[in-house]
């Protein structure tokens, strides 16, 4: 007892600094009236309820400390203290529960802080309840967003805003792209359009115009990687996760396959600097 921990953020915060804001965290002993810079650079901390233990972070690291002396770096910590192991832990949700606290929460926050203790002449509970068996048919939680975008626009105020959550984060594939544009003729894809770019510079790589592939408008692209490619196919499923890698394409002047040849091209993830950079041109050549 007797003893507060304040933290001392800088005077101007902007945007970047969320969420690592850094403090520098103070103990202020009142029987003392001592001060005492306690942690650096830490970025959140909490104190136990017995006031015995501090746990605080620094950037993606959480530690542990006692709260009658400052930690020191490096040495042996004590027992029951120094930097948590969290790479193994998990945590279970039940999203769906997890929700229906969440929406009960936000109806509490809006009762007890709203600026109107009126709340514009709203009945909260009633709101609540009319809105509150959508719950059971939330699969995502964009899902959960949209409801209470939805049940709290009722309180017809400016300034309320939503967002956030957790959101899964999936794997991203990225597909590759050839800088051409396509015609469905005679049941192929034709090549109607190659973008040039320039070769020698690394953002404007044109796959179909590097050395010995030499495609032209007209050619028709006939398979990928040994795979018969027809205009009934979606021709971008038959790129995917092939950008920055090598990639054997069959093309040639006819549908039917002959005088057709194998080149090796390694598809791009964007285009939007080939197409970026021919309209520039196109534009220049007008002038």
Same mark, same amino acid.
Do not use: C
């Given at each position: 007892?007797?003893?507060?921990?304040?933290?001392?953020?800088?005077?101007?915060?902007?945007?970047?600094?969320?969420?690592?804001?850094?403090?520098?965290?103070?103990?202020?002993?009142?029987?003392?009236?001592?001060?005492?810079?306690?942690?650096?650079?830490?970025?959140?901390?909490?104190?136990?309820?017995?006031?015995?233990?501090?746990?605080?972070?620094?950037?993606?690291?959480?530690?542990?400390?006692?709260?009658?002396?400052?930690?020191?770096?490096?040495?042996?910590?004590?027992?029951?203290?120094?930097?948590?192991?969290?790479?193994?832990?998990?945590?279970?949700?039940?999203?769906?529960?997890?929700?229906?606290?969440?929406?009960?929460?936000?109806?509490?926050?809006?009762?007890?802080?709203?600026?109107?203790?009126?709340?514009?002449?709203?009945?909260?509970?009633?709101?609540?309840?009319?809105?509150?068996?959508?719950?059971?048919? @939330?699969? #995502?939680? %964009?899902?959960?967003?949209?409801?209470? &975008?939805?049940?709290? !626009?009722?309180?017809? *105020?400016?300034?309320?805003?939503?967002?956030?959550?957790?959101?899964?984060?999936?794997?991203?594939?990225?597909?590759?792209?050839?800088?051409?544009?396509?015609?469905?003729?005679?049941?192929?894809?034709?090549?109607?359009?190659?973008?040039?770019?320039?070769?020698?510079?690394?953002?404007?790589?044109?796959?179909?115009?590097?050395?010995?592939?030499?495609?032209?408008?007209?050619?028709?692209?006939?398979?990928?990687?040994?795979?018969? @490619?027809? #205009?009934? %196919?979606?021709?971008?499923?038959?790129? &995917?996760?092939?950008? !920055?890698?090598?990639? *054997?394409?069959?093309?040639?002047?006819?549908?039917?396959?002959?005088?057709?040849?194998?080149?090796?091209?390694?598809?791009?993830?964007?285009?939007?600097?080939?197409?970026?950079?021919?309209?520039?041109?196109?534009?220049?050549?007008?002038?």
């Amino acid at each position: 007892s007797g003893i507060l921990f304040i933290a001392e953020a800088p005077q101007v915060i902007t945007q970047a600094d969320y969420p690592n804001l850094p403090q520098t965290l103070y103990k202020w002993d009142l029987e003392k009236r001592k001060l005492d810079k306690f942690v650096e650079d830490l970025n959140d901390f909490t104190v136990s309820f017995n006031g015995e233990k501090l746990l605080y972070r620094k950037g993606e690291q959480w530690v542990m400390a006692g709260t009658d002396e400052p930690p020191t770096a490096g040495g042996k910590p004590k027992p029951g203290e120094g930097p948590l192991k969290l790479d193994s832990m998990l945590v279970y949700v039940e999203p769906r529960e997890m929700w229906k606290q969440m929406y009960r929460e936000t109806w509490r926050i809006e009762r007890d802080f709203f600026y109107d203790p009126n709340h514009h002449g709203l009945d909260l509970n009633k709101v609540a309840a009319r809105y509150q068996p959508y719950l059971d048919g @939330l699969a #995502s939680r %964009d899902d959960f967003t949209y409801l209470l &975008e939805d049940a709290l !626009g009722e309180m017809t *105020v400016g300034h309320m805003f939503l967002g956030g959550g957790e959101r899964p984060e999936p794997k991203k594939v990225k597909g590759g792209l050839l800088g051409a544009d396509y015609a469905q003729e005679n049941g192929r894809y034709r090549i109607t359009r190659v973008y040039d770019g320039e070769n020698w510079n690394p953002g404007l790589q044109a796959p179909l115009t590097q050395p010995g592939v030499n495609v032209k408008a007209g050619d028709y692209l006939l398979a990928v990687n040994g795979r018969e @490619l027809r #205009s009934s %196919d979606n021709l971008y499923s038959f790129f &995917e996760a092939t950008a !920055g890698k090598q990639v *054997v394409l069959k093309v040639g002047p006819s549908a039917d396959g002959k005088g057709s040849r194998d080149v090796t091209v390694v598809p791009v993830e964007s285009e939007e600097n080939l197409r970026r950079f021919a309209w520039i041109e196109g534009n220049r050549r007008k002038v």
